[in-house]
């Protein structure tokens, strides 16, 4: 800007003073002529008074200029410059001419060089003889090489004057410009007519401060929202280079994950890593993999900058409740078909007319016994879909000791046909808070087993204590025990140990499931330790505030 000025300053400046000059010059050039001719034509009139009154002219007439007299035919009588005998005739010369002719007459006539002019004027005298005089004047072209060297320094002083003043004024103006304090455009009190501008800043600037805390909410809340996702999200730039990544696809990945690398690097399968470069080329999908134990699912979307945005969760559960329930349809069918099966062969055979009748009577109670396995077998799954399902039952103050007595009560006779005692040692005053008819059912099936794998003459009881917090309710019986390598499984649904026994008495393989499920939905646990041979104990754990 300071350069602007002081160029655009001198160069106006130079071309003033270029103006000047020239105007002045020609003004001035045009005075002088005036000045020469009003001369010229005074010393004529003079010279010509001295010539009628008799004087000899020829002395003076040639100082101030050239003096010519001319013969009325032309011919000239007296040059004071040239030899006039030689002269050529002047008839035909115009200032002559006119001089003749109304009796004063003048004109210009340039010379060789272009630098000078030659003014003439002549007088028509009483002896019918001419008068002339002439002078020479400098030209305008003369007059411009005569004053151009002190022009020429005048101007290269003014122009070095005016740009040092130029330079010298843009400083001045320009100071408090550069002073300005934009952070506070609206504080700067400099000229009034930039004031609009800094308004215009003043404005502006507010408005990127709001879009700016904007964006960087937008972000926080975007961050915040990514950073709670259980999910694993990853988004990546162009060439598969992450973007950002939030906590859980690190997690799940079980890898420290850095800004700015290839995302394919942290990829172990092969399918994932061509899913990333498809979507990275704009098609997308979805794979699953497993790191480690887990299963997890990539659903990867190309974005429309060129990069790729992934999502992954972890399925492990998911698939494992699929792989349980596929178990458990193909258990359940296989389940129902042997007392189906076993119905339909005996009532088969009732069909024969001839068939004996104590044996009718032996089918019958094999059709009975089988559809009360049935019956059983059905209960036991809608109680247990019941629970999977989140069973709607309201939790209620539970009196422990009166549930296991109606319980006991209910199997007196299996008891008795078994000869195994059961025993309640529950304190009376234990208050435990749960779904009365979920516990009922728990206390019942862990009742039910220990009677049916006990050994005649056996024992079962009931007791409880409260710990840490905590109430722990065990049955415990003496019973045949659990071999170690199924103390693990006896929780899973159809799982039996004794195949042939549990079936014998009854059993559906579905009782400890729903006792395990029915725990779960009550906020308590099932334990169980067992030394095969000696006995078993299942403990109840119910939080003591619960
Ligand atoms: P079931 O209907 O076969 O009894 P459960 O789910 O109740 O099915 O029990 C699973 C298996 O665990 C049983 O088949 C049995 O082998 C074993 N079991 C359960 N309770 C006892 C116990 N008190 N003593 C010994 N074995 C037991």
Known sequence: ???????????????????????????????????????????????????????????????????????????????????????????ERKEVKEAFLKGRGSDERQSDTLSIKQIYEAVLLSDGNVLRLSKNASTVIAFFSMISGPVVSLVVILLILVVFIASKASDYIVAPINALDLDNPEENNVYDEISPLLLKIARQKNEVREEIADKERTRKEFEFIISTLSEGLVVLGRGGRILSFNKSAATLLEEKIEDDKPFLAYLKSADSKELVLSALNGKDGETTFKVSSKILELSAYSSRSGGAVVLMRDITEKCERERMRKEFTANVSHELKTPITTIMGFSELLENPEIEREKVTDFASEINKEALRLRDIVGDIIELSSLDEGYKGENEEINVRNTVETEIKKLEHKADDNGVSVENYVSSSLIIIGIPKVFSEVISNLLDNAIRYNKKGGWVKVESKEMDGKVEISVSDNGIGIPKESIERVFERFYRVDKSRSRESGGTGLGLSIVKNGMERMGGEVRVESTQGEGSVFTLTFPLNH
């Open 1 to 91: 800007m300071k350069k602007t000025i002081a160029t655009v300053t001198a160069v106006v400046a130079a071309m003033f003073i270029f103006l000047t000059v020239v105007v002045t010059a020609i003004l001035y050039h045009g005075v002088y002529e005036d000045n020469v001719r009003a001369t010229l034509s005074e010393e004529l009139d003079i010279l010509s008074h001295l010539y009628e009154t008799g004087n000899d002219i020829r002395e003076i007439g040639g100082r101030n200029g050239r003096l010519t007299i001319i013969n009325p035919d032309g011919s000239v009588e007296y040059d004071s410059e040239a030899q006039y005998s030689v002269m050529e005739n002047h008839k």
